[in-house]
């Protein structure tokens, strides 16, 4: 095939100037081959996030995708599909009020070892609304200033999943969709400033959800730092917006984005399967 962008065998097609594109000329129930799943790894390292279109995935093609990727972490939180404990659900009912995923967040930096990445795939997505919202870290951090990059390299942050998953922390909107295992809430420290294992790209890594204060400082220290760094990586010209139709497929980088799923769809039903892959130890 005629070479498209530097790709051969898909076309990338980049959603914005900095952060996630749609790949077209891939079927990912089908086997990928090596050459076309290293370009498609390339555009997912390049873009940060990537998307597919029209994919009709059983849930076993959807494994064996996420596979290909690394380990699968199961994420002891969600609820995961009936008969595929490696899924985990992110359902929202038209009787709910609340939907899984709606604050800037990258998941699972509460844990030690964090993960590569998500796989989300549309089951049941709303007539309108519904979309979700995805920042790259890599251009925030980019547009900070010399004396801030260089003070934030040499700080860590404290990550906790026990105020957004711990007992106690969500109501009864929730019960059925998250709320497993809540006794296995933990924190882990990190890096403010990592560097892409992949890449080697400096990426902003706090995030409103789960980062809860600078390793050293107390909360009280904290939050006006953070605060400005949430409100910095969410600038509009950091981001991207995904409109999902049934059968849409994104992967996203944790280490590399954020992503805030938007709760518009008051009434309507949004089903979706995600797939969390193990990452690895994260480093400045
Ligand atoms: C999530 O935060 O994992 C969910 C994102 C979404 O539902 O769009």
């Not at 995904?242 to 008051?266: C, K, M, V």
């Amino acid at each position: 095939m005629e070479s498209r962008n530097g790709y051969r065998t898909i076309e990338v097609k980049p959603l914005s100037g900095v952060v996630g594109a749609e790949i077209f000329g891939a079927d990912v129930a089908s086997e990928v081959d090596d050459e076309q799943f290293s370009e498609i790894r390339d555009a997912f390292h390049a873009h940060g996030v990537i998307f597919f279109r029209d994919q009709d995935l059983t849930p076993e093609q959807h494994i064996a995708f996420a596979r290909k990727w690394g380990d699968i972490n199961v994420n002891r939180f969600f609820q995961p599909v009936d008969g595929y404990p490696l899924i985990a659900e992110v359902r929202k009912e038209p009787h709910h009020e609340n939907n899984i995923g709606s604050g800037w967040h990258t998941d699972h930096s509460y844990d030690t070892v964090p993960a590569l990445g998500s796989l989300l795939y549309a089951r049941a997505v709303p007539e309108t609304g519904g979309d979700t919202l995805f920042a790259s870290m890599g251009a925030a951090f980019d547009a900070l200033s010399e004396g801030m990059k260089n003070m934030l390299r040499g700080m860590s942050a404290v990550h906790s999943s026990r105020h957004v998953f711990g007992p106690g922390s969500y109501g009864a909107d929730y019960a059925g969709r998250l709320g497993r295992q809540q006794a296995a809430t933990q924190d882990a420290v990190h890096p403010v400033i990592i560097r892409h294992p992949d890449t080697g790209r400096e990426c902003l890594y706090v995030n409103r959800d789960f980062t809860v204060r600078f390793d050293g400082w107390t909360g009280e220290e904290s939050a006006p730092l953070l605060h400005f760094l949430y409100r910095h990586g969410a600038r509009p010209e950091f981001t991207c917006r995904f409109r999902w139709r049934r059968g849409s497929l994104a992967l996203w980088d944790n280490r590399a984005t954020w992503h805030f799923a938007i709760n518009d769809y008051p009434g309507q039903r949004r089903y979706m399967h995600r797939i969390t892959i193990e990452g690895t130890p994260l480093g400045r």
